[in-house]
């Protein structure tokens, strides 16, 4: 996948009658062929508008858990100092049913019932603050969670904050730091990621040579996502946690082990779990000789002893593969909490990152496995089981939108829970069967929401950004869909300018998504910020063209094997239908878009006729078979293209039919570049070769080049740059 700047997700981002439940439930609005405004509580008269600056003095809200008795929440609000080029998160603690309650608070996520909690500090301004979880201590409840440091070393450690008093305590001192924190619900084992080295290095191989500066390179995989592979690997350590406070010697589960958990480059700690009575872990690996043309990902389980080693260390039995017969994907291992079944997605086609997430079950008791997602055609993320163990929870997008769903494990009936405009992600189950998701929108930032299931109401619980929001005019966002070249339904987002006025005409921005299976939902992005858009007096149209999931699997494969094809036809028929409204200026339209967004933009240059007036590419594909030999996840290109360009003519004509670069006779609008030096994803050439071909040809362009950015572009000042120049750009060409 070409991952986007628009959403984290992972590849890794009984029903026989859902199809048809889901289809019933869809509210109106799904099935309008006319525009439908979603209603805004905060539409108000104020006059400020969004800014590049306004988005990093918003507080982002990050890891979220509620105490197991259900009464008190934690979560993480991050602040970035614009100035220092950096941030800091505080740890809040607040209750959850709050007395402070306030019915109708405008926060802008929706129309549901919304509360305040005042919360307390228990940490601020820590860098790096995550890992929160909550753990029942023989001396007490206490707060596990990462940060920076104090002793030896200040890369970062394990803590535990009593967060009753506050006092918090370093659990771990170990060089090089460590990731991926994890403790048994009872406390007494921890489990965490360290790099270790077990490829020789340079130095090592030639001592006679200190000062040579060189790579020797004998594998692919070299370097992923933004680095260069540096010779260590990923491996999950576990460790007692002793009743007197202190940490025992860790071991390596992965002892020897050339593979990584969790799986690089965007995994978390979702890959490895304690079984409830801390006597089992699961973790997820690949252990595969060409990993950059392998999806194979595997569930292992290591059994640990009730009793201690002699040095006070966890006794281990060595890794089981648990899932080696499923080719793809397997990921995201998840234990009832009675222990009684393991949980965890899979992917069933090997090479396809974007194939149907399949929730697969297994009774630990007989090893009997099923797929408890049978009959649901949509994917399945974040798995999380109730407190009781009779339902697991998770996410899914659905029509433009992310909803929660849950499966009734007794009688396998599966349910939507949630309807209306916002991406849900579900996070934790309470003892009292709500669910506790993050929620967010176009229009507003990520804050916690309490579901209740019985009738799906949705309570916002935070409001981190508010007072901002209660000073900003908003955008409107409306909802439509688009007859297709083929007769099909294109489902579309159009976000107007506050203080909207149809008399008026506005330039048009047609958003280009990336992935290319990454659904254009109610994300709010800090790069590709449709508000942002909307303030600056854009329209925006954002199509969720072929290829994006949400609307059935079919739908999602149809991009693989016709990059060119019908999802650029679906993009010029919704930039068609768009241009044709009175208050758009069809000579004012603009395409943008990043990854798989990028290429769009490139292949509509040289395809698209005298539709656009600017283009704006960030880190697209200019040319498919330099990309091929570049990039680093081959998977994605041999499933997506069919293999390398040169295994046989029918591929290599996919490869000359669907490349911009074949198409750069037709180019004539102008073009701004975008990319990172270490964008290893879609190598930096690709803007290189698309920038040369447009100053060859005299077509005015421009070339924003990242020495020390990626795919994603993550620096607030950076940042702020990168808004001021995509603007610029724009307001040269598509303003009045």
Known sequence: MLPTNATNRLPLRSARNLLFVLMACVPAVALATQPQSIPNPEANSATTTMTPEKLWDLGRVGEAAISPDGKWLTYTVTRYQLAENSGSADLLLAPVDGPDAIEGLATGLGTEMRSARTPRPLLTSIPGLQAIQWVERPEGLRLLYLAPGKLKSTDPQAWSINPATGESRQLTDIEGGIGNLRSTPNGSRLAFTRDIPLDDSLAKLHPDLPKADARIIDSLMYRHWNAWHDGAYSHVHVAPWNADGSMGPPIDLMEGMKADCPLPPLAGSEHLQWSPDGRQIALVIKPVERPAESTDSSVFTSDL?????????????????????????????????????????????????????????????????????????????????????????????????????????????????????????????????????????MVRPVELALINPADGKIET????????????????????????????????????????DPKKKYPMLVFCQGGPQSQVGQFFSYRWNFHLMAAKGYVVLAVNRRGLPGFGQAWNDQISGDWGGQAMRDILSST???????????????????SFGGYTVYWLMGNSGDRFSAMISHCGVFDLESMYGTTEELFFVNHDLGGPYWSSESVQKKYDQFSPHQFIGNWKTPLLVIHGEKDFRVPVSQGMEAFTAAQVQGIPSRFLYFPGEGHWVTKPQNSVLWQRVFFDWLDQHLGE
């Open 305 to 441: 002893a009730d009793q201690l080693g002699p040095q006070g260390q966890l006794v281990a039995s060595p890794l089981v593969n648990q899932t080696p017969d499923n080719p793809g994907y397997d990921v995201d291992p998840t234990y009832s909490p009675d222990g009684k079944w393991l949980a965890w997605i899979a992917m069933e086609r090997p090479g396809f990152e974007a194939d149907r997430a399949r929730i697969m079950a297994r009774r630990r008791s007989d090893g009997n496995t099923t797929e408890w997602t049978s009959g649901f055609d949509a994917s399945a993320h974040n798995l999380r089981w109730s407190p009781s163990g009779e339902r697991l929870v998770f996410d899914s997008e659905q029509r433009g939108a992310q909803q929660i769903f849950s499966i009734d494990v007794a009688s396998g009936n599966l349910e939507q829970q949630t309807q209306g405009p916002h991406d849900l992600h579900s996070v934790q189950v309470l003892p009292d069967g709500r669910i506790l998701a993050t929620q967010q929108s």
């Open 461 to 500: 619980v935070t409001d981190v950004n508010g007072e901002t929001f209660r000073k900003l005019s908003l955008p409107t966002v409306q909802e439509r869909y688009v007859p297709a070249t083929d007769g099909q339904k294109i489902h579309n987002w159009l976000i107007l300018p506050p203080g909207f």
């Open 576 to 594: 068609d239908a768009l241009r044709s409204e009175p208050f758009i200026d069809a000579k004012r339209v603009g395409a943008v878009g990043a």
